[in-house]
C-alpha cells in the first residue's frame, strides 16, 4: 500500500514551475535565530465553559500564548532560542485532504534542517493509520522535490480522520515513544486539532516527552476564532469553486434557459459557499446560519427561490445560479430533526430497511413527502462525528425538484407568466479538493510549517501554529502559538426544563458569522446579484501576473489580528508601567489612576455581560 | 429580453488583464493589403458523396480554396484586393457558446475598420432567433470593450440551433436583404456551418448580394477535417476539465478509497475525452469510437472496467479515475438500437408513458433490466438533430451501478478479494463551456475574425475560414478559406439487402480517428496509465508565464498542415512548369516526362482504390 508514497513523478510544465515557487518567509522567522515572547495565560473564549476546559485538560489549559520575534526586536523579555540539538519530529496528515498541506511538511523540513542538519522529520504514511502503526517514510528533499506547492495527501497519504479511543491515543503514544520523537504535528481541521490538543494532555500526564502540535489545514474555512484567521486550503477551494460558478454564470447568461443549483462542500458550515458568492456574485446562496437562525423551513426556502425565479422572469430572465453550501440540510430544522431520529435508530443498531417504519409520525410523515432518492440518503449512516454524509445528500436536487413543482402550479394557475422553470444540479467538492495551491495557500502552509518548529525549539506542547495578520503582505505577517484547550468551547443541550447535558471540550466549527463584515458585504449586494446578473468571473487560479496574490475577500474585509492586538495592548500596559514609575509626579500618578480605574470598570461591565450570553 | 445585450460589466482583476491581452495576426494578415491566390476547385474528400453534393449546391460546390498572402508574397498568379468599400456585415451566435467566440466577433470588428472606418458590423440578438426577427446590436468598440478575450456567448447571446427549414431560411434572407448586408459570418459547429452552406446556395439561387461565412466554433472539436484542423473552444474546454480530473486523480490517490466515474460533454465522438486523458494520464478512458469498432455491448464495457478494478486491487490500489464521453451512450451497439426504438415511436408521437409499452421484445427486456434513473433519461425527446440528449443521459452512474453489483458479486463469489468497490459520479460540462479562453483560443478565434473579412473582400461565398499549421507559432499561421460543401458527405445506410437510403449532405462530425497519432498515443500509454497512477495535473488555466501556450496534444501530434501541402503540391508543379519550358533540353524533357508518368500512375492507383471504400 505504501510503495507508491513520496515517489517522485511526472509532472505538468505548470506543476515544474510550482515546484520552483520558493515561498517567502516573514522577517520573525528569517535568519536562523528566532525570539520567543510569552503572553499571558491564553483563556477559552467563553468564559462559562472554561472550568471544564481547565479539568480536562490539567497540564495544557491555561498556558501562555507565544509570538515569535526577529533577533533583532527589542522586547526586554523575550528569550531567544539559542540551542538547537539535533531532533525527530513526526508529522502526519488527519482528515480530508486540503490544498497546501505537503507545503507545511515543507515548511517544517526547511525549518528543521536549517537548525541542525541531523535532524530528521519523519512522515507517517497513510494519516492515523500509519501513524498507529509506525509505518513511515523520512522526509528528505529527493521525497518533497515533486510535492512543493503541490494539491493532494499523496506524498503521504490519509486514510482514518481520528485519534480518540483510549486505544488509539495510546498507540499514538507508543509510536512516538519507539520512534524517539521530540515532536509530532498534526495537520487537520477541528477533528484533528482536538484530538492533538487531547494527545498533547495525555503526553504530558504519562510524561512522554513527545510535545504535540496542531497546524490548521482544512477546505472548510471552518476552523477560525480568535488566534487563526483561517485554514490552509480554503483560498484555494473558494478559487476553484468560483472559476467554476462563474463559468456556470457565464453559461447561464449565454443559453438564457436553465437555473443551475450548484452544491458546494464546506462541511456544516457556510464559510466555502460565502466567499465564492463574493467572488463571483450568483444570484442567490443560501446560507445554513441565516436559514438557522430564521428557524427557515424546506417550503419557505423552496418559496424563497421561486418568488426570486418568478421576479427574474418578469423582467425576461429565465436563467440563474444558485449556490447551496452542503450543510444546509443540518440547518433546516424539520430536516435536521429527522436527520436526528435516523441517527438515533441507526445507534440503536436498527436496520436500514426498518428506519422508515420506526420514525415518530411527524418524521414519518416529512420522510414520505420526500424523493425516492433523497429519502436513500438521509438514511446513510451517519459520520464518525455523528453528522450527516453531507457529501452524498443531494439537497440541491431536493430544492430543484420543490422549486419545478410549485413552479409548475404558478404557471398552471396563472400566477407566474414566465417560460417553464428548467433546473440542472452540480455537487462542487471532489474537483476543488486536489487543486494545486494558491500562492496564498503555498504561503501560509509553508510559513506555519516553519512555525511548528520554533513551537517546538520552544518547548512548548498542545499548541496549535499560528500566523496572523495574513490579509497583508507576508513581510507583515506575525507568527506565534497559542494553547489549543484556549479555542475549545463546551456545547449545552437543553433536555427538558432543568437539566442540560454538557459535551466534552472540543474545538468545534465556526459558522458564518452574521453580524460580520463579510456577511454584510454579500447582504448589501444580495438583491443586485439577484435581478442584475452582475456575474464577476475570478478566472481560474492564476500563479503569475494579476489576480495571482489575490486573497479570500472574507478575509481581507474581516477586521481581525487579534494576535497583533494582544501585543499592542501588552506595549501599552508596559509603557504606562515606565511612564508611572516610583518617582514620576504625583498629577501623572492620579491621571493614571483615574482613567485606569475608568478603563477596568468599563470592561468589567463588558465582560460580565458577555460571560452572561449562552454559547451558540 | 435583449436589454442586457452588449453592456459594459463589472470584471475582474484576471478578466481586467485579458481584456488588454491583443493576439498576435500572422504575418499575412498583418497591414492593409492582403493578397488572396486561389488554389484548384475543392472535390469532397468523399469521391462517391461528389455527385450529390454537387446536385444539392449547383451554385457553390466546386469553387477553388484559397489562400491569404502577405502583399510582398512573391506568387505570381495572387491578386491583391485594394478596393475597401464600406461594407455591412451581420454575425450571429449559432448553436452552443464555446469558449473564443468573441474573439470571432473583435477579430472581424477590427479588420473591417482597419479596411474602411465606414464599415459597419452588426450582431444579431439572441443567435438564430435575432437573426429571423431583425434584432441587432452595432459592435462598437464601447461593446467590446469587456468581452474581449472573455467566455461565453452573452455579449450577444444565442438560442436556436438551427435554421434548418425553408420558412426560416427566407426569413434569413429577408433580413440579410432589409439590412443590406454584403455578407453574414455564422459562428458555430457541424451543424450551423452546414446550415451556413445552405444559406450560401440558397441566396446564390436567388441572386441575394450577401455572402455567407462559416466559422469553425465549438467545444466538441468534431468539426474536423482535411481544412480545418480544430474548432475554437475546444483548447480551452480540454484544459478546463483536465484541471479538474487532475485534481479527482489527486484526490482519488490521497483518499484511497474512491473511484471517480467522470462523463465528459463533448457530443457523440470522443475527442475531448481523448484530449483529456492525453493531459492528465486517468486510469482509463472509453472511448465511443473504440467501443463502436469493437461492438463492445455494455457488459463486455462493464466487465472491461471490472477487470480493471480488480487487476488494480492486486496492487494494493482501490481508488482511480475512469473518463467516459457524454457520447458513449449512442456507441453501445443495443443502446443505441434501444434509443433508436424510442426515438421512432416519439416521431410516431406515441407519448412518453406508452413508449415501453410498444417497444420490441429485445428492446423491451434489455429497457426493464436497466435501472429506473436511466430508463427516464433515456425516454427524454431527442434533440433537434435526432441524436439523445446525451447531457441528461447519466452513462456514468449506469456503468459505475453495474460495476459495483459486479465487483459485489465477485467478492461474494471471492474471485475479487479486494476493498468494497465505492464510486462517485460527475459530469464535466457546463463548468467548462463559458471558462475564459485560452491564449490559444483567444489567437485562433480573433485571426479566424479578421479571415472572415478577407474572405468576403474577396466575394466568396459558402466558404468557411481556415487558419492552418496551428501547432506552429503564430507567425508561421497559414490563412486560407474552403467551400463548405467541399467539407460535407453523404451517408448511406443499407436497409435490407438491395436498398440503400441516402441521407442529404452534411459536415458530419468527424470521429476519433482511431489509426491515428493521437490515439496511438492513449494507446501506448494505457497500460501504464491503469496501473502506475500517473497522474499528470495540467493545473488551471494559466495566462502568463509557463503552460500559457500550450495546446492541444492531439493537435500537436497529429500531422496536418492539409492547406500547407496543398500550397507546397502547387509550388511544385510550377516549378517544374519554369524549369520544363519549351527550349528546354531534350534530356529535361525526357526525364520530366518519364517522372511524371509515374507519379502519375501512382496517384490514380491510390485514388480509385480509395474511391472504393464505403465511408465510415
Not at 518567509?25 to 471544564?52: K, N
Not at 449565454?254 to 437555473?259: C, L, M, R, V
Not at 502552509?445 to 512555525?451: E, K, S
Not at 481581525?560 to 508601567?577: F, H, S
Amino acid at each position: 500500500m505504501d510503495s507508491d508514497y513520496g515517489v517522485p513523478r511526472e509532472l505538468s510544465e505548470v506543476q515544474k514551475t510550482r515546484t520552483l515557487y520558493q515561498p517567502e518567509l516573514p522577517p520573525c522567522l528569517q535568519g536562523t535565530t528566532v525570539r520567543v515572547e510569552y503572553g499571558d495565560a491564553a483563556i477559552a473564549a467563553d468564559p462559562a465553559g472554561a472550568h471544564v476546559i481547565s479539568h480536562a485538560f490539567p497540564h495544557t489549559y491555561g498556558q501562555p500564548i507565544a509570538h515569535f520575534l526577529r533577533k533583532t526586536a527589542v522586547v526586554p523579555d523575550a528569550k531567544v532560542i539559542s540551542e538547537h540539538p539535533a531532533v525527530r519530529v513526526g508529522i502526519v496528515f488527519c482528515g480530508r485532504q486540503s490544498p497546501g498541506g505537503h507545503n507545511v511538511v515543507w515548511g517544517l523540513y526547511d525549518a528543521i534542517k536549517a537548525h541542525n542538519q541531523n535532524s530528521k522529520l519523519i512522515g507517517f504514511l497513510g494519516g492515523s493509520d500509519g501513524l498507529l502503526a509506525q509505518k513511515t517514510l523520512e522526509i528528505t528533499d529527493e521525497v518533497l522535490s515533486s510535492y512543493k506547492n503541490q494539491g493532494g495527501y499523496d506524498m503521504l497519504g490519509r486514510t482514518k480522520d481520528q485519534i480518540r479511543t483510549t486505544e488509539q491515543v495510546n498507540g499514538a503514544m507508543a509510536s512516538c515513544q519507539a520512534l524517539k520523537l521530540d515532536a509530532l504535528v498534526i495537520i487537520g481541521g477541528v477533528t484533528s486539532n482536538t484530538d492533538a490538543a487531547q494527545l498533547a494532555e495525555t503526553f504530558a500526564e504519562a510524561k512522554c516527552p513527545t510535545k504535540v502540535i496542531g497546524v490548521p489545514v482544512t477546505l472548510n474555512g471552518d476552523l477560525k476564532n480568535q488566534f487563526v484567521e483561517t485554514t490552509v486550503g480554503f483560498d484555494t477551494i473558494c478559487k476553484v469553486n468560483s472559476q467554476l460558478i462563474s463559468n456556470m454564470c457565464t453559461d447561464a447568461l449565454s443559453a438564457e434557459k436553465y437555473y443551475y443549483f450548484i452544491r458546494l462542500m464546506g462541511r456544516k458550515a457556510s464559510h466555502v459557499a460565502l466567499e465564492c458568492a463574493l467572488q463571483s456574485h450568483p444570484n442567490m446562496v443560501i446560507l445554513g446560519e441565516e436559514v438557522a437562525a430564521s428557524k427557515l423551513t424546506i417550503f419557505d426556502i423552496t418559496k424563497q427561490i421561486c418568488d426570486a425565479v418568478q421576479a427574474r422572469a418578469e423582467k425576461d430572465k429565465n436563467h440563474g445560479v444558485v449556490l447551496i453550501p452542503e450543510g444546509l440540510v443540518e440547518s433546516i430544522p424539520e430536516l435536521y430533526a429527522l436527520l436526528q431520529e435516523i441517527h438515533g435508530l441507526h445507534g440503536k443498531g436498527v436496520s436500514i430497511e426498518n428506519i422508515s417504519s420506526q420514525l415518530s409520525p411527524w418524521a414519518s410523515a416529512l420522510f414520505e413527502f420526500l424523493p425516492p432518492f433523497i429519502r436513500k440518503q438521509l438514511l446513510l449512516h451517519p459520520e464518525s462525528d455523528d453528522s450527516a454524509q453531507l457529501s452524498q445528500i443531494e439537497t440541491e436536487k431536493l430544492l430543484a425538484q420543490l422549486v419545478e413543482t410549485e413552479m409548475n402550479r404558478r404557471l398552471k394557475e396563472g400566477t407566474y407568466k414566465g417560460k417553464k422553470f428548467n433546473a440542472i444540479c452540480h455537487f462542487f467538492g471532489y474537483q476543488a479538493r486536489g487543486a494545486l495551491p494558491s500562492k496564498f495557500d503555498c504561503d501560509y502552509a509553508y510559513v506555519l510549517g516553519h512555525v511548528c518548529y520554533h513551537i517546538m525549539a520552544a518547548g512548548l506542547n498542545g499548541y496549535m501554529a499560528t500566523v496572523t495578520n495574513l490579509k497583508s503582505p507576508v513581510n507583515k505577517w506575525r507568527c506565534g502559538a497559542a494553547p489549543i484547550s484556549s479555542m475549545m468551547t463546551v456545547k449545552r443541550w437543553s433536555r427538558g426544563p432543568s437539566v442540560a447535558q454538557i459535551g466534552k471540550p472540543a474545538v468545534h466549527m465556526a459558522s458564518v458569522d452574521l453580524k460580520g463584515k463579510a456577511y454584510e458585504l454579500l447582504r448589501q449586494n444580495s438583491s443586485s446579484f439577484l435581478l442584475e446578473d452582475i456575474y464577476r468571473n475570478p478566472g481560474p487560479l492564476q500563479f503569475e501576473g494579476p489576480g495571482a496574490d489575490s486573497k479570500p475577500i472574507s478575509l481581507c474585509v474581516e477586521d481581525q489580528d487579534y494576535m497583533g492586538r494582544i501585543k499592542k495592548l501588552q506595549e501599552y500596559l508596559e509603557k504606562v508601567k515606565s511612564i508611572v514609575k516610583p518617582g514620576c509626579s504625583q498629577d501623572i500618578l492620579k491621571a493614571a489612576l483615574s482613567s485606569m480605574s475608568s478603563v477596568t470598570e468599563t470592561l468589567t461591565i463588558m465582560s460580565s455581560s458577555s460571560a452572561g450570553q449562552t454559547q451558540p
